[in-house]
């Protein structure tokens, strides 16, 4: 059972779902800027330089650093937690917010069927356990 009462949980997803996608309405290629027919070479380009490319092409281009767990404790941060108090922990609600065909609610918020889709791996997933949902800003930070 999902209350309709906006909550803070409710609130950062939406703006998290804005934010990307304006970021992909900025890195889809358009006609009028069409990427080019090359692979994305982050060397190619000027720093500040304004750059149209697909998403997966973007994510392609991070950086990855070593993690770097000095400092860091997990048990500074709740886990999995029900904020809004309807019956669906974070996990859940994130589930049902990026859904791209929405799931059943049953009993304690199992959720079932449904299906959501991966930029990172340019995948669908057709079930909840097959997804691990991970902090858009990382909660341990690398060096």
């Known amino acids: 059972m999902i209350f309709e009462t906006e909550t803070r949980t409710v609130r950062l997803a939406r703006t998290r ?42 994510l392609a281009a991070l950086t990855v650093a070593d993690e770097d767990r000095a400092g860091y404790s997990r048990d500074q941060f709740k886990h999995w937690t029900d904020a809004d108090k309807d019956g669906c922990n974070t996990r859940a609600e ?19 069927g449904g299906s959501w889709y991966s930029p990172y791996d340019d995948r669908y997933f057709d079930s909840a356990s097959q997804l691990d949902v991970d902090h858009l800003l990382s909660v341990a930070m690398t060096a």
Do not use: M, N, W
Request: net charge negative; aromatic share 4%; glycine share 4%.
């Open 94 to 112: 994130v589930l049902l917010e990026e859904a791209v065909t929405s799931p059943e609610i049953g009993a304690k918020c199992a959720l079932t």
């Open 17 to 58: 779902r804005t934010l990307i996608a304006a970021l992909l309405a900025l890195l889809t290629p358009t006609t009028a800027h069409a990427a080019p027919a090359f692979a994305y070479q982050p060397e190619r380009h000027a720093p500040g330089e304004t750059v149209t490319l697909p998403v997966r092409d973007a």
